[in-house]
């Protein structure tokens, strides 16, 4: 079975192995889209535009990062403890039903009551959902990267039809979605103007949160030598499987959380795919950013730039917008090359000094 | 008897500075079982795998019917009827028994072929009386019948000469006895066995002649007839020259740790607990001695609480222990020198300050009032790099940087700095140089000094005996007798390691 090792090589290295991958990316893209015929300095160039060129773009980056920060906040903590788990997206989506029916059937209460139960509730289900997971492996030793996977399905599917021809479809019955949030559970806008919303200051303060919980708390000692070498921390009595299932069970939660504001600050009602594949995404991220809070904050940015910055790229160049895909696929494969990048640049950059030293 | 169908000469094989064979000569004659005798890392398997081409020896050479044979693998040795059953076996569980008879024989078998290779395997079965359907499934067998099966795709292979390795460990006494009647039927049909042991008793029985292989150079052979078991567990042990050590008499009678009646489930049968009664006096060193596999690990686990006792009671310091968990017990003073270092004592990536602290990461001064001190455990990490002389003295590396020896005396560091009242150590000198192991052995007598008790079990009977205030020698998960050490002579403390109860006479199967 594979296991994610977390390295904890020196930043240097870590930093070194990044700015190579993203190197390649730009490169093999910029081939790409010479390819296409279309000038590759254009097209970044209308990409950073779109991503951060206005009030608006800004605003628009910074609700794409959210999501894909919390869930990527969370599969850190997971990866860290040595898990593989792929079920974010099965955990936003049941985050965001959750917050949908806190949203829908306690809609009467004030707004500053509502919105923290409404994301308390989908934190809930995020947890619960990937509890599930967390017990079929501690306890059964169901491999975690299948059963996430097939949780995502069933969460999905059972969604779409809670809102198809379930209970949760809207009163006129005519779409497949189910009806508004009350307004008390939207979240409020935090730059007049723009959609960017409360959810921004949840994302910033979680990441302290997981920073915290990793490196300041004994837990996150000890998840991180379980995710290391679970035989060594049995037998300093470190209980394994309970924090396996407490790490996806958190991973869960930070899940849940991002459905839960995608849901009340941008749709304000549940429809299908409405987690947009942040879940997925995510995974990349947790991965770029070197599974630590500050450089997934870094990662999160740049993926959430890709995804509106591409737009703008396709309205002025008309370069298609499948190509960020191509992107972002590549960034994970550089990402994941990443070991062997680094050690090849190191050789690179040593082997003038080792030759002679040799000859000396 | 005295044609000699096999002769290696002076065999030498390296493992970078290791030398696991020196100069080996050893011979099988047509027609006999030859024991291969040695404790566990004598070089009785390196020898065999050279002779089966799995490894190529740096010097001396190896003589098939008088003609020199160049090994490239077991291919070529199988070609030449060469045949090992290894200790663990090679089968394919879902195939059936014919299938992995055949397998890596026939690359496309035809019905035709199969049918054809199912008629000599019946053939075969018939000759030697073996009772195996052909078309069960390996994974439904018995450890047993498993056996059996190596043993016939050997023959259908055309071994003429037959290496088996360890066969016994795995067996029942019944499947013994059944095996030993094949082997003397194969020599009987003028096959040539060779027989890895390091159990005296049944090389005495099934064995023509024995060669006693120590640390790598084959110390002498003999014709099984002419010498006693207590000669061959002399010759096996030897009187190597020893560690010496002031042993201060142990003061108190109080016992800090008992067991009554353990049963633990081991990986094997032979490494279940067995009814086991144990106690360990304050300032006591009670050493546990032992071939490797015969329990010793399970007996650990179960000390440390890491291990499921199925029946029986622990106690420690009066009180008893036998559910509480790992945790816990450390928190009450039990230290754990791990059997595998790199595994089970160490978390590689975290750097050494960080593993200092895996014991105790959440108590103070590395946890207060629920927050983890990063400070704490570096400040604890540069003290006791200095304390315990732990090269270099960089406790911000890694764990996996230090050679073996300093990863030692990491996780002595951080055992020992709890003040433990109860250390288990399990081959805590294993691959480590003279200098390294002596730090570790003061280390153990240093904790014996300031009254607490030491478990120390140990392979290496010099280490056992150098230490250890009282030696228990264990054999199949059971206390096989107890000694003070210089009491009794290697030869005896040889004939319990082997399955002879102390007092019993020689010659009696366990």
């Not at chain 1, 591409?310 to 370069?319: I, K």
């Not at chain 2, 000694?483 to 019993?504: A, N």
Request: glycine content about 10%; proline content about 4%.
């Amino acid at each position: 079975m594979e296991r994610r090792k977390p390295s904890e090589s020196p930043l240097f290295q870590q930093l070194l192995g990044l700015g190579l991958a993203l190197l390649l990316v730009i490169v093999v893209t910029s081939v790409l889209i010479a390819l296409s015929g279309k000038s590759p300095l254009a097209a970044f160039q209308a990409m950073i535009k779109g991503a951060f060129g206005t009030k608006n773009s800004t605003a628009e980056t910074m609700i794409k990062t959210v999501p894909l920060l919390l869930a990527a906040l969370g599969l850190t903590i997971c990866y860290r403890t040595g898990l593989t788990s792929l079920g974010s997206e099965g955990q936003i989506v049941i985050g965001g039903l959750m917050a949908t029916i806190v949203g829908i059937y306690m809609g009467g209460l004030p707004k500053p009551i509502l919105v923290p139960l409404a994301m308390i509730a989908g934190m809930i289900g995020g947890g619960l959902w990937a509890s599930i997971a967390g017990f079929l492996k501690a306890k059964l030793g169901v491999s975690e990267i299948i059963n996430t996977i097939m949780l995502n399905y069933v969460a999905t599917y059972f969604v779409s039809y809670l809102i198809s021809s379930g209970p949760l479809q809207e009163e006129s019955g005519f779409y497949p979605q189910s009806d508004l949030l009350s307004q008390n559970a939207w979240l409020s806008s935090i730059l007049p103007g723009t959609r960017m919303h409360t959810g921004v200051i949840v994302a910033a303060v979680s990441v302290v949160a997981v920073y915290l919980l990793l490196w300041k708390l004994p837990l996150g000692y000890q998840m991180r030598a379980v995710g290391n070498n679970p035989i060594a921390a049995r037998t300093n009595g470190i209980k394994v499987a309970r924090n396996m299932v407490l790490a996806m069970v958190l991973s869960g939660v930070f899940a849940g959380l991002a459905g839960a504001i995608e849901l009340m600050g941008i749709h304000h009602r549940l429809m299908n795919g409405f987690s947009s594949s942040y879940g997925f995404d995510a995974m990349a991220v947790a991965l770029l950013g070197g599974l630590h809070p500050a450089g997934v904050t870094v990662a999160a940015l740049f993926f959430g730039a890709l995804r509106t910055g591409a737009n703008t790229m396709q309205r002025t160049l008309q370069v298609p917008v499948s190509l960020v895909n191509v992107i972002q696929g590549l960034v994970i494969l550089f990402v994941l090359m990443q070991a062997v990048l680094r050690s090849f640049t190191i050789k690179l950059f040593t082997s003038k000094k080792g030759a002679a030293a040799k000859e000396a | 008897m005295g044609e000699k169908v096999l002769e290696m000469r002076n065999v030498t094989k390296r493992f970078g500075r290791l030398i696991a064979n020196d100069k080996v000569n050893f011979d099988l004659e047509k027609g006999e079982v030859h024991a291969l005798l040695g404790e566990n890392g004598a070089g009785k398997t390196t020898l065999m795998n050279c002779l089966y081409g799995i490894y190529s020896p740096e010097e001396g050479e190896i003589l098939l019917r008088g003609q020199p044979l160049a090994l490239n693998g077991p291919k070529d040795a199988i070609a030449h009827n060469i045949g090992m059953v290894h200790q663990h076996f090679m089968l394919v569980p879902p195939l059936t028994v014919l299938q992995n008879i055949v397998l890596g024989q026939e690359c496309r078998l035809s019905p035709m072929k199969l049918d054809r290779a199912r008629r000599e395997v019946e053939e075969l079965c018939r000759l030697y009386g073996f009772q195996l359907d052909l078309d069960t499934k390996v994974a439904d067998l018995s450890v047993g019948a498993q056996q059996r099966v190596e043993l016939v795709k050997a023959l259908y292979r055309g071994a003429d000469i037959l290496i088996l390795d360890e066969p016994t460990a795995v067996l029942t006494p019944t499947e013994v006895e059944g095996l030993f009647e094949i082997l003397r039927q194969f020599v009987s049909q003028g096959k040539s066995i060779i027989i890895i042991s390091h159990k005296l008793w049944e090389v005495k029985q099934i064995s023509n002649r024995v060669t006693v292989l120590r640390s790598g150079a084959a110390v002498s052979t003999v014709f099984t007839a002419d010498v006693e078991e207590s000669d061959l567990a002399d010759m096996m042990v030897g009187k190597k020259v020893s560690l010496q050590y002031e042993k201060t008499p142990v003061k108190s009678q109080e016992a800090i740790f008992e067991m009554r009646n353990v049963n633990v489930t081991g990986s094997q049968r032979a490494s279940s607990l067995k009814d086991l009664s144990l106690h360990i006096c304050k300032g006591e060193i009670l050493g546990i001695a032992g071939v490797d596999g015969n329990g010793q690990l399970e007996l650990s686990e179960a000390v440390m609480g890491l291990a499921e006792i199925q029946s029986g009671q622990v106690f420690f310091d009066g009180e008893e222990i036998t559910r509480v968990p790992t945790r816990r017990r450390i928190e009450r003073g039990f230290a754990h020198i791990p059997e595998e270092r790199m595994t089970q004592g160490l978390v590689m990536n975290f750097s050494a300050s960080e593993n200092m602290i895996l014991n105790c990461y959440d108590r103070p001064p590395f946890t207060k009032n629920h927050i983890f001190d990063n400070r704490a455990v570096r400040e604890n990490g540069k003290k006791l790099v200095e304390e315990y002389d732990v090269r270099p003295r960089s406790p911000e590396a890694a764990a996996r940087s230090f050679s073996g020896g300093n990863q030692q005396k990491v996780i002595i560091a951080r055992e020992f700095s709890q003040d433990p009242k109860l250390v288990v150590a399990v081959q805590p000198t294993r691959g480590l140089d003279i200098g390294a192991s002596e730090f570790v052995h003061h280390k153990l007598l240093e904790r014996k000094e300031q009254g607490a008790g030491v478990l120390l079990i140990s392979a290496d009977l010099d280490e056992v005996l150098a230490v250890s205030d009282r030696v228990l020698v264990i054999n199949e998960g059971e206390i096989m007798g107890e000694f003070i050490p210089g009491t009794i002579s290697y030869g005896d403390i040889g004939l319990m390691m082997g399955g002879t109860r102390q007092g019993k006479k020689e010659g009696d199967p366990a």
